[in-house]
């Protein structure tokens, strides 16, 4: 295959993007047809570069916090262009801005790291590392979050674009951790919304999954230690049956759980651990279980350590056992906002057709964009990525997972249209506020 090698990418020439923009129209200059157009030319001129910055990226997959080529291959495809992107205090993952800050300011966002998978495909794209692939389209994501900073750019070259538009390409989704690194950096200070875009392989390429409110999960780790004096089986009266007690905790645990909340929020305690004990004649002084809780509910999250905690100390009192818990924070559910979701689905019907946007399930997989939605209104979007028409698809987080390369340039046109839906109308309640203060 062609790597991105040096030199700027076509169509996009280092003077076309300008240190400083024209100012931005006050009224919208474009209609769809009219983005339309200008999409199909920067995708005539850009596709089948970016299919290969995709390919590239593909063949050399690198671990969350380790994506150095990766951040790289990013830094230099934005710089060729003129614009100024700045790496993350990590040393991995990269925040650009497009445009200026007299206006709205809307991210998208994309997730760079990979998984510690084998590549099971025969491709002439396969990885190229042993024991790591992107078996999740996080290489999709950051080709097309970087095609959608590209074509931006050019519009605000133009004087097209109505406020900023910032390119946030994140590390260590999968670990998790990198989302709040680039908030520690201020990746979303003064964003007034957050986009991003997840492939999914059971959608068709060409239909985006929408969906309002909770979309995927709330995604934590809790440790459970449980001990006790230990003793004889035969006399299990003078001691604490500890094994016991392991076994009504992880019974009854998940259980009063489901009772002390909405069931609605989808609270669910799943143990994928447990153990005590190393001989059938002796009660063990300790034992663990070990176990995820998932949640769709963002109240429901964040009450659940401390009623865990409550809950586990009353079933451990009941068997004279200590029991203590360890929970771990992972990432919070991704809530939809649905004024964000409406803007996602806007610019679906202008960019791609009335029957583009289609309902996607919720899912109790974890994704760390959640933290942004605590902070930022914003939406997360299902792109689909399998051929239309194909028998054949393939999941996430496998290694014969792949994708109909087709879609990349579906997301560019979805993510620009939807950069710009989302800046022209920050721009009209700008406008509007500003005019009520006047009327004050």
């Given at each position: 295959m062609t790597q991105p090698g040096p030199g700027v990418m076509p169509g996009l020439e280092p003077a076309a993007v300008a240190d400083e923009p024209r100012s931005e129209p006050d009224v919208s200059p474009w209609d769809g047809a009219a983005l339309q157009m200008q999409l199909d030319a920067f995708l005539a001129r850009t596709g089948r570069r970016l299919i290969d910055f995709r390919r590239d990226l593909h063949m050399h997959p690198e671990l969350g916090y380790a994506e150095h080529r990766t951040t790289e291959q990013i830094v230099r495809a934005l710089t060729e262009v003129g614009l100024r992107p700045r790496v993350l205090p990590k040393g991995t993952g990269v925040i650009c801005d497009v445009g200026t800050a007299d206006g709205p300011t809307v991210a998208l966002r994309a997730d760079i790291d990979a998984l510690p998978l084998m590549d099971e495909k025969d491709v002439p794209y396969r990885s190229t590392v042993p024991g790591v692939a992107h078996a999740c389209g996080?290489?999709?994501?950051?080709?097309?979050?970087?095609?959608?900073?590209?074509?931006?750019?050019?519009?605000?070259?133009?004087?097209?674009?109505?406020?900023?538009?910032?390119?946030?390409?994140?590390?260590?989704?999968?670990?998790?951790?990198?989302?709040?690194?680039?908030?520690?950096?201020?990746?979303?200070?003064?964003?007034?919304?957050?986009?991003?875009?997840?492939?999914?392989?059971?959608?068709?390429?060409?239909?985006?999954?929408?969906?309002?409110?909770?979309?995927?999960?709330?995604?934590?780790?809790?440790?459970?230690?449980?001990?006790?004096?230990?003793g004889h089986t035969a006399r299990p009266h003078l001691t604490a049956d500890l094994v016991y007690a392991l076994a009504k905790i992880v019974t009854e645990l998940p259980a009063a759980l489901s009772r002390r909340v909405d069931p609605r929020s989808s609270l669910s305690l799943v143990w994928g651990r447990v153990a005590a004990g190393s001989v059938a004649n002796a009660i063990p002084d300790d034992g663990i279980a070990e176990g995820t809780v998932r949640c769709l509910d963002d109240e429901a999250w964040h009450k659940a350590p401390e009623m865990m905690k409550a809950l586990l100390q009353s079933v451990a009192a009941a068997y004279d056992v200590e029991a203590s818990l360890e929970y771990v924070r992972g990432v919070p559910p991704t809530v939809n906002e649905p004024t964000s979701v409406q803007m996602f689905r806007?610019?679906?019907?202008?960019?791609?057709?009335?029957?583009?946007?289609?309902?996607?399930?919720?899912?109790?997989?974890?994704?760390?964009?959640?933290?942004?939605?605590?902070?930022?209104?914003?939406?997360?979007?299902?792109?689909?990525?399998?051929?239309?028409?194909?028998?054949?698809?393939?999941?996430?987080?496998?290694?014969?997972?792949?994708?109909?390369?087709?879609?990349?340039?579906?997301?560019?046109?979805?993510?620009?249209?939807?950069?710009?839906?989302?800046?022209?109308?920050?721009?009209?309640?700008?406008?509007?506020?500003?005019?009520?203060?006047?009327?004050?």
């Amino acid at each position: 295959m062609t790597q991105p090698g040096p030199g700027v990418m076509p169509g996009l020439e280092p003077a076309a993007v300008a240190d400083e923009p024209r100012s931005e129209p006050d009224v919208s200059p474009w209609d769809g047809a009219a983005l339309q157009m200008q999409l199909d030319a920067f995708l005539a001129r850009t596709g089948r570069r970016l299919i290969d910055f995709r390919r590239d990226l593909h063949m050399h997959p690198e671990l969350g916090y380790a994506e150095h080529r990766t951040t790289e291959q990013i830094v230099r495809a934005l710089t060729e262009v003129g614009l100024r992107p700045r790496v993350l205090p990590k040393g991995t993952g990269v925040i650009c801005d497009v445009g200026t800050a007299d206006g709205p300011t809307v991210a998208l966002r994309a997730d760079i790291d990979a998984l510690p998978l084998m590549d099971e495909k025969d491709v002439p794209y396969r990885s190229t590392v042993p024991g790591v692939a992107h078996a999740c389209g996080h290489d999709v994501h950051t080709t097309m979050v970087l095609g959608t900073g590209l074509f931006l750019a050019q519009q605000a070259a133009a004087g097209l674009l109505p406020g900023r538009v910032r390119l946030l390409f994140q590390p260590a989704e999968e670990n998790p951790g990198g989302a709040l690194d680039v908030m520690a950096a201020g990746g979303i200070a003064g964003v007034d919304r957050v986009f991003a875009l997840h492939c999914d392989p059971r959608i068709e390429v060409g239909e985006v999954g929408l969906r309002a409110g909770p979309i995927t999960a709330a995604c934590d780790k809790v440790y459970v230690r449980v001990t006790g004096p230990g003793g004889h089986t035969a006399r299990p009266h003078l001691t604490a049956d500890l094994v016991y007690a392991l076994a009504k905790i992880v019974t009854e645990l998940p259980a009063a759980l489901s009772r002390r909340v909405d069931p609605r929020s989808s609270l669910s305690l799943v143990w994928g651990r447990v153990a005590a004990g190393s001989v059938a004649n002796a009660i063990p002084d300790d034992g663990i279980a070990e176990g995820t809780v998932r949640c769709l509910d963002d109240e429901a999250w964040h009450k659940a350590p401390e009623m865990m905690k409550a809950l586990l100390q009353s079933v451990a009192a009941a068997y004279d056992v200590e029991a203590s818990l360890e929970y771990v924070r992972g990432v919070p559910p991704t809530v939809n906002e649905p004024t964000s979701v409406q803007m996602f689905r806007d610019a679906a019907i202008q960019m791609l057709g009335e029957t583009a946007p289609v309902p996607t399930p919720q899912s109790l997989g974890g994704e760390d964009f959640g933290w942004y939605l605590e902070s930022v209104p914003g939406a997360l979007a299902r792109l689909g990525v399998r051929t239309p028409g194909s028998a054949e698809e393939y999941d996430l987080h496998r290694g014969d997972f792949d994708v109909d390369e087709s879609c990349i340039g579906v997301g560019v046109r979805f993510l620009s249209a939807t950069a710009l839906t989302a800046l022209w109308d920050g721009r009209r309640s700008m406008t509007d506020e500003l005019g009520d203060t006047v009327s004050a």
